[in-house]
């Protein structure tokens, strides 16, 4: 079975410094591993996936993601927060065999202080 | 291109009446999802069609819920008769299954709040 663990419920950083969204994964076969984000009263907009290519991969407004199969994770990162990145973060995983339903994680929620 | 399309944005609704949330999944798509969000449980999956077909409906709570795909653009929710513990928002997302890895693009969600 897969699961998906998100460090952290809450993260706050400042403008302008770095962001680490934390997650951890756990499957059985080589995973698909994604990134979403939701915005206030929004619906969830991928951020970026890792689908076995590169192990670091690179998604919309300036954040990436690096898959760690020896540490089974896939931290989000931003080298510089923008206020406008004030939203809940969600890890997903998928397992690559027939069932093609994602498992998330329980979010979380980035706060860029001023 | 138009993205997944879910009505009602926002319902209120009395307890005991009978809720019913539409979804037009991305053209192409043969996939697709209905998710529930709330504070407590956060995001779950209701139910998963492939091709039309209900394929995992293990997630749907209870007899009150129910889910059709009469066609590959089109599906519904219904909640009846629904319960203050059915407010919550309601997702519908669609995805084009393959090997290149499942991206599930959502609706912007139905708030459903039930008095």
Known sequence: ?114 | DAGVIQSPRHEVTEMGQEVTLRCKPISGHNSLFWYRQTMMRGLELLIYFNNNVPIDDSGMPEDRFSAKMPNASFSTLKIQPSEPRDSAVYFCASSLTGRSGNTIYFGEGSWLTVV
């Open chain 1, 1 to 114: 079975a897969q699961s998906v663990t998100q460090l952290g419920s809450h993260v706050s950083v400042s403008e302008g410094a770095l962001v680490l969204l934390r997650c951890n994964y756990s499957s059985s076969v080589p995973p698909y591993l994604f990134w979403y984000v939701q915005y206030p009263n929004q619906g969830l907009q991928l951020l970026l996936k890792y689908t076995s290519a590169a192990t670091l991969v690179k998604g919309i407004n300036g954040f990436e993601a690096e898959f760690k199969k020896s540490e089974t994770s896939f931290h989000l990162t931003k080298p510089s927060a923008h206020m406008s990145d004030a939203a809940e973060y969600f890890c997903a995983v998928s397992d690559s065999g027939s069932a093609r339903q994602l498992t998330f994680g329980s979010g979380t929620q980035l706060t860029v202080l001023p």
